[in-house]
């Protein structure tokens, strides 16, 4: 390994496609990760989010029969 430049060295030509798609996916996953860091730390989101961070602990409004485990 003669310089960090040649570590990091991609033969494209060489790349099947299932190395294309795993690139493809990574970026792509990437750069909407980038997106919702944004949109979760944007200060003028702060009121919108705060309204809804308590869904995942709001029950179910569905009338779900004698609640004793039976359909």
Request: glycine letters at 4%.
């Amino acid at each position: 390994m003669s310089s960090l430049a040649e570590y990091f060295e991609t033969d494209w030509a060489a790349m099947t496609a299932t190395d294309w798609v795993g690139t493809i996916l990574t970026v792509v996953i990437f750069v909407l990760m980038i997106v919702a860091y944004f949109q979760v730390f944007r200060p003028k989101n702060r009121d919108k989010l705060e309204a809804k961070k308590h869904i995942p602990f709001e029950d179910d409004n569905e009338d779900r029969g004698d609640h004793d485990g039976r359909a």
